[in-house]
């Protein structure tokens, strides 16, 4: 939407990324102070409409984000792409947590998809070895045993079909994500018969309308137009 006559579009990053890929258009990095420097911020700036396209992970500021909009009455929008769903052939298991699957880990080798945020969870897994993928080095203790993978997606089949070759992969864990950029671990996976232990989404916010792509946002934003504030 940044090019198009009629919108002017501020998108903000976390700025958990040391070296982020920026979107089109103004862009703002880091955190607004809860939900009260939020609100204070949409205020500050006029915003008219809000577009919520959080990390189907990132609950908290997908909350807030949503409480803020909300407070000062701002029409708003979650962007909230599918969930992966099973295939014939996949041997998935689904757990509530990242901690339900450390508890589920055995003496195996294991691909850890999960992003740099919350590998401290498999700490613990003594017995296990760990191909960890991330973009940056996750914070707090790795496991005894494992490898560090610093890469960025998108990942094609063929890549992740050769890692779990090279490095004797048994089970796969990720989060369930969705979109198409991170799901060839899964086809790969799938191929090769290994078992994928995959982390359950937190559910989304009630009371917001949703959509699952970039395309619905566009067509929710241009529906907008001419909507003032009250």
Same mark, same amino acid.
Do not use: C, M, Y
């Given at each position: 939407m940044a090019g198009r006559p009629g919108y002017h579009v501020v998108s903000s990053l976390a700025g958990r990324v040391r070296d982020p890929q920026l979107p089109a258009g103004e862009v703002r990095v880091g955190g607004?102070?809860?939900?009260?420097?939020?609100?204070?911020?949409?205020?500050?700036?006029?915003?008219?409409?809000?577009?919520?396209?959080?990390?189907?992970?990132?609950?908290?500021?997908?909350?807030?984000?949503?409480? %803020? +909009?909300?407070d000062v009455r701002l029409p708003t929008? &979650?962007?909230?792409?599918?969930?992966? /769903? $099973?295939?014939?052939?996949?041997?998935?298991?689904?757990?509530?947590?990242?901690?339900?699957? %450390? +508890?589920?880990?055995?003496?195996?080798?294991?691909? &850890?998809?999960?992003?740099?945020?919350? /590998? $401290?969870?498999?700490?613990?897994c003594a017995a296990a070895w760990f191909l960890i993928r991330a973009i940056d080095p996750p914070n707090g203790p790795l496991p005894a045993h494992a490898e560090l993978l610093l890469?960025?997606?998108?990942?094609?089949?063929?890549?992740?079909?050769?890692l779990l070759v090279r490095h004797r992969i048994e089970?796969?864990?990720?989060?369930?994500?969705g979109g198409p950029h991170a799901a060839g671990k899964l086809v790969a996976a799938r191929a090769a018969g290994i078992p994928v232990l995959l982390v359950d989404r937190p559910p989304s916010p009630p009371g917001v309308t949703v959509v699952t792509d970039a395309a619905g946002a566009a067509d929710w934003l241009a529906a907008q137009r001419g909507v003032q504030r009250a």
């Open positions: 607004f102070g809860g939900v009260a420097g939020l609100r204070n911020w949409l205020r500050d700036n006029d915003i008219d409409v809000v577009v919520v396209a959080t990390h189907p992970f990132a609950a908290r500021i997908t909350t807030n984000a949503i409480r %803020a +909009a909300t929008l &979650l962007v909230r792409r599918p969930a992966w /769903v $099973a295939q014939p052939g996949d041997r998935w298991e689904s757990v509530a947590s990242l901690t339900a699957a %450390a +508890a589920r880990i055995a003496d195996e080798r294991v691909f &850890l998809t999960i992003g740099r945020q919350g /590998v $401290a969870e498999f700490a613990g890469e960025r997606g998108p990942f094609t089949v063929e890549h992740d079909a050769e089970l796969l864990v990720s989060k369930n994500s």
